[in-house]
């Protein structure tokens, strides 16, 4: 092996040791960038091997982050993040939660098909997994264990369906991908629409098969009444203010009207009018979002720094071509070597955060997807169908590491406000036949790749 080669296999071994140890991920991607390019000096210094690795990649960080941070489309990320936390403090969860258990009262799972819902609703207007799953777990988990429901499978519902916010836009994920791999943020907000509300259907299909197969697992609410006139009329009265932010933030996006980054501060802006509506707006109340999207848009931009530094280092060592060629050797043909790239992600996503793998993985992939022979044609106004089809791909195959035990990011933010009578095994148990569906939606647009290509394309195309 070459000496590049040694030390970029001990710079992910190294990487994956302080991971271990419990580090903060954004202080180990910088050390270990900057522990190697100490070492890459010593090697050019001492040992008379050019690794291409000096004390200059230091400057190169600095104009890295700098061009970074000037990113009119990464403004969206904070925006996003202000938009979904106001909703949660807007109070329009709680009053469609009423409504809906109304609606779906005389069918069996109907309070979990309400959780499905909501869900999908949710993810369409706040972008944040954690947040969603905190907040159905909060409101939805003690109705249902009292309304008899089965623990696993309460605790599935609501994991399941608080991760669709990473997957159905406006998502942080997509905005970050998009600028990663120089791709309109539209094409993957379009592209990701189709795929993520197939899969919240499919939660809700296996909930009806569940309710119909196991009616003892999913109860009738104990306290339904007849469907009336008026229980349909109070579901729109309080869907509609919701559904109205989320037509005019994706709407005007999708339409060509505003950009994302312009659509985002209309989400922001009509999530604090949508708190004052629902007379939950106050100072306290502006403060505390305020300071959530402040610090976690600190942990987001702090990874982002430390994964620019690990990245450079990397590809001067000449990671990118390791990578890319051992990939490339893989003798499975095209669609056998996006299934190996997916199955290497899903598996990733047990140890590391999504933004790591967006910030590392994708632009080493990128290039690997344009050269394997990929083609898909008929898809006009689409400048790199292939590229926007497997991002999608990567999209859900990280969502699905979401939900995946024994370290699904999903599993701990859910494990933190379950009440005592339930235990981590009952949320592996829910979780399962969740993990199924969520792979059975990777397959689908790798099968069908209209699922993703096709809203762009009209939108797009002649």
């Known amino acids: 092996m070459a000496l590049n080669e040694i030390l970029i296999l001990l710079m992910f071994l190294t990487f994956i040791a302080f991971l271990f140890f419990g580090y903060p991920i954004a202080f180990v991607l910088g050390g270990v960038a900057m522990l190697f390019t100490l070492l890459g000096y010593l090697s050019d210094q001492y040992l008379s091997a050019a690794t291409g690795v000096d004390f200059n990649v230091l400057g190169m960080v600095v104009n890295r982050v700098y061009k970074l941070m000037s990113n009119w489309v990464l403004v969206a990320i904070p925006m996003f993040i202000f938009m979904g936390l106001m909703l949660d403090e807007s109070g329009v969860a709680e009053r469609m939660m009423q409504s809906m258990q109304d609606l779906f009262g005389k069918v069996h799972g109907g309070l979990a098909i309400t959780v499905a819902v909501i869900g999908i609703i949710l993810a369409a207007s706040t972008g944040i997994v954690g947040a969603s799953v905190i907040l159905l777990s909060v409101l939805t988990l003690p109705a249902m264990l009292r309304q008899g429901y089965s623990k696993a499978l309460s605790l599935g519902i609501v994991a399941a369906s608080g991760t669709l916010g990473i997957l159905i836009p406006p998502s942080i994920m997509l905005v970050l991908m998009a600028d990663q791999l120089t791709l309109p943020v539209g094409d993957l907000f379009m592209g990701a629409f189709i795929p993520g509300v197939v899969l919240g259907l499919l ?56 950009t994302p980054t312009e659509a985002s501060g209309v989400g922001a802006l009509g999530s604090t009018m949508l708190a004052l509506w629902n007379k939950r707006l106050s100072f306290g109340v502006i403060r505390k979002v305020t300071y959530d999207t402040f610090k976690t848009c600190g942990f987001v931009f702090g990874i982002f720094v430390g994964a620019t530094a690990f990245a450079l280092v990397l590809r001067l060592l000449g990671g990118d071509e390791l990578i890319q060629g051992l990939i490339k050797a893989i003798p499975l043909g095209p669609y056998g070597i996006v299934s190996i790239i997916l199955f290497a992600i899903f598996i990733m996503g047990f140890f590391l955060d999504w933004i790591e793998i967006c910030l590392i993985m994708l632009p080493l992939l990128a290039p690997v997807i344009s050269d394997i022979g990929l083609k898909f044609s008929g898809y006009p106004g689409i400048d790199k169908p292939e590229l926007v089809w497997f991002t999608i791909l990567v999209a859900v195959t990280l969502q699905t590491s979401f939900l995946t035990p024994p370290v699904g990011f999903s599993i701990f933010f859910l494990q933190g406000v379950m009440p005592p009578s339930c235990t981590l095994m009952d949320i592996y148990k829910g979780v399962f036949p969740f993990v199924i569906i969520q792979i059975i939606g990777v397959l689908l647009p790798i099968f069908f790749p209209q699922m993703v290509l096709w809203l762009p394309m009209v939108a797009y195309g002649k």
């Not at 009806?208 to 196991?214: A, Q, S």
């Open 203 to 258: 939660y809700i299909g296996f909930i009806l098969m569940v309710g119909f197969i196991r009616p003892k697992a999913l109860p009738l609410a104990m306290d339904r009444r007849p469907l009336a006139g008026w229980v349909v009329l109070d579901v729109v009265k309080t869907v509609f203010p919701t559904f109205l932010l989320i037509l005019i933030t994706l709407g005007s996006i999708f339409g060509g009207v505003a």
